[in-house]
Nanobody, 123 residues
Framework: VQLQASGGGLVQAGGSLRLSCAAS????????MGWFRQAPGKEREFVAA????????SYADSVKGRFTISRDNAKNTVYLQMNSLKPEDTAVYYC?????????????????WGQGTLVTVSS
């Protein structure tokens, strides 16, 4: 599976962005998908995940109520809608695929990673 993340950019605090992650391969629908982020000088952290069917989602406490993960298996794409953005959301955002199929927050369980897209939130 190859992953291509897009949609990052510069936005003011309180604004919104939608990230997309396009996947290659016919087995996309079998994979759970996750979004992670990494700010300068910090470790990569979990943001959100969605199960292979879309029936289960998981979020980091820091983004609950503001971010929504979704997927369109017909388009081989997973999305991250980010609302009410804060300066502390500034980071490179990565999408990842987990062949086990469950919406896990464990970074070690993800098998494939995209190249990342930069989100910058100005105050």
């Amino acid at each position: 599976v190859q992953l291509q993340a897009s949609g990052g950019g510069l936005v003011q605090a309180g604004g919104s962005l939608r990230l997309s992650c396009a996947a290659s391969g016919r087995t996309f629908r079998n994979y759970a998908m996750g979004w992670f982020r990494q700010a300068p000088g910090k470790e990569r952290e979990f943001v959100a995940a969605i199960s292979w069917s879309g029936g289960s989602t998981s979020y980091a406490d820091s983004v609950k109520g503001r971010f929504t993960i979704s997927r369109d298996n017909a388009k081989n794409t997973v999305y991250l809608q980010m609302n009410s953005l804060k300066p502390e959301d500034t980071a490179v955002y990565y999408c990842a695929a987990d062949q086990r199929g469950w919406a896990t927050s464990n970074v070690r369980e993800y098998d494939y990673w995209g190249q990342g897209t930069l989100v910058t939130v100005s105050s």
